[in-house]
């Protein structure tokens, strides 16, 4: 599967619609993954960003190179169906499970390299990275609209390192930080319109401190956590801070922290245990 066979249908997408890509420790990562297992990409892609310059000019040098990589790891990977209501679990359909290493179906020995899901119109909808059968690397979802939903990477089918989380009009609503499979660090959460909603620290799975904010971006003096003792108020898009001084403090707080426990992991909306 050479370069022949890059779709520019794909290639257009991934440089439009991905704009944002990993920290630097991040893209270290992909280039030595590309530089051991497709030393010959790396030869040609500076041929290609010669012509993808003239082709996306608003789009940074760095930019343009991740953009190609990720278009690389979709050529190199298993092409598997997407169906919106299945195939979302391991082991994905054409695989077996197996002392819970993933084995495609005729094969003796477990699984290794890059698996992605494309819809009807063969369009990326889903990549991730399996190292012997099991999930190690960085996990991709795009939308119908072929928009950058989520990003994440992961360690023996734990999350371990950065996630974010894009809305449909491609603005950054998450971006939390796992250890082991819990939030450890700094989280972040944006409400769509791209204002910050909530500033937190963690560790282990354990909050440790926040601050929250009205949807208008002003600060919510009710919404507070110092050393893993406060509250956190969620608000819906629109909310007044004004109409809360004439109700009380604690008008409707049960029933906001119990919205709050619900929100607290959008991960979950697009779940990508899903694809473990």
């Not at 119109?121 to 609209?145: H, Q, T």
């Not at 403090?249 to 426990?261: A, I, K, M, P, S």
């Amino acid at each position: 599967r050479g370069f022949e066979s890059l779709s520019f249908r794909h290639f257009s997408l991934i440089c439009r619609k991905m704009t944002n890509f990993p920290c630097p420790q991040t893209q270290v990562r992909v280039r030595i993954h590309l530089m051991v297992n497709r030393t010959i990409v790396l030869l040609f892609t500076p041929l290609l960003l010669l012509g993808s310059e003239s082709l996306f000019p608003e789009l940074a040098p760095d930019n343009a190179l991740e953009a190609q990589l990720v278009q690389t790891m979709l050529i190199d990977a298993y092409k598997g169906k997407w169906h919106p209501m299945s195939n979302k679990s391991v082991p994905f359909e054409g695989f077996k499970l197996k002392g819970g290493q993933m084995i495609e179906d005729g094969k003796e020995h477990p699984f290794t390299g890059w698996y992605g899901q494309f819809d009807e119109a063969d369009e990326p909808r889903m990549l991730c990275s399996f190292y012997e059968g099991v999930k190690n690397g960085f996990i991709y979802l795009w939308d119908e609209n072929g928009t950058r939903r989520f990003q994440g990477e992961m360690v023996d089918n734990q999350r371990h390192g950065e996630f974010i989380e894009w809305n449909a009009q491609a603005i950054r609503t998450s971006q939390k930080n796992y250890k082991a499979n819990k939030l450890h660090g700094e989280c972040l959460i944006w409400y769509d319109s791209g204002k910050i909603k909530l500033e937190a620290t963690f560790e282990e799975g354990n909050l440790v401190d926040a601050r929250g904010w009205y949807p208008d971006g002003t600060p919510c003096p009710y919404s507070r956590v110092i050393k893993g003792r406060g509250i956190i108020l969620s608000y819906e898009a629109g909310y007044q801070p004004e109409k809360e001084k004439s109700k009380g403090v604690l008008y409707n707080t049960f029933r906001r922290l119990e919205d709050w426990r619900e929100k607290m992991n959008p991960l979950d909306q697009l779940d990508p245990d899903q694809v473990r």
